[in-house]
């Protein structure tokens, strides 16, 4: 059973920072694509960020240069750190993870498993 943990969330001011985690069970991140998605109130879940097997790094354009997807291959967890925080970018932020090495998109459906997400907000 593949468990996904978010942390890292909170309330922020804009103009500020946050570095968000996701710690994994029962499955390496070196082995498969990962990325990070978010849902506003009342919206659709967009992916943002996905970082493939051998370290390829994709970004929402509109996310290019403030937000950084990673990972720590020893402790195997995977970080998204977010700088220059908007109000728009107040979101639930979740984890993700998909079955292949290369990741397909940035689309939230082509992820398999999910964490439960950790609250954003920057006011």
């Known amino acids: 059973h593949v468990q996904l943990v978010e942390s890292g969330g909170g309330s922020v001011h804009a103009g500020g920072s946050l570095r968000l985690s996701c710690a994994a069970s029962?499955?390496?991140?070196?082995?498969?694509?990962v990325g990070w998605s978010r849902q506003a109130p009342g919206g659709q879940r967009e992916g943002i960020a996905t970082l493939t097997s051998d370290g390829t790094k994709r970004y929402k354009d509109s996310e290019q240069g403030r937000f950084t997807i990673s990972r720590d291959n020893t402790q195997n967890i995977l970080h998204l750190e977010m700088n220059t925080l908007k109000p728009e970018d107040t979101a639930m932020y979740y984890c993700a993870v998909d079955t292949w090495p290369n990741c397909r998109g940035l689309y939230p459906k082509v992820f398999l498993y999910w964490g439960q997400g950790t609250q954003v907000t920057v006011s």
């Open positions: 029962t499955l390496y991140y070196t082995t498969y694509c």
